[in-house]
């Protein structure tokens, strides 16, 4: 994170790749979320769905149990232009949020849905 944060995507993508193949070799599911949800987090802002659909993909059996993995595959379904996907994602993150759901996010689904649906519409 502190080399993304530093403005040195390629330095970040390389040490996040390491981390995560560390991560999956301990087979310990928190240490893997641990690791994964920030890269997914990563590629998503450099624009790189396809790397991040497949790294997510690790995360995908434990949206169920956890709010922080829901929310960001909702996110990842909106840049994926799937609302339907996004729609059940936003459903699980709210479910699992409680105080933690704040107007924001409702604000931040509704946009995110909507601009789903158009582009989906486009496409």
Avoid: C, K, M
């Avoid at 802002?45 to 995908?60: C, N």
């Avoid at 604000?107 to 496409?123: H, K, P, T």
């Amino acid at each position: 994170q502190w080399q993304a944060a530093r403005a040195d995507p390629a330095g970040a993508a390389e040490s996040y790749r390491q981390a995560l193949a560390l991560a999956r070799s301990s087979s310990t599911p928190v240490i893997l979320r641990d690791v994964a949800v920030p890269y997914v987090q990563f590629l998503l802002a450099q624009g790189d769905v396809e790397r991040t659909r497949a790294t997510a993909g690790l995360l995908s059996p434990y949206a169920e149990d956890d709010f922080g993995i829901s929310l960001l595959l909702a996110r990842l379904a909106v840049a994926s232009h799937a609302a339907a996907v996004a729609r059940g994602y936003f459903a699980q993150a709210h479910a699992l949020a409680g105080e933690r759901w704040t107007a924001d996010l409702a604000r931040e689904e509704n946009v995110a849905i909507r601009e789903a649906d158009d582009r989906r519409g486009r496409d």
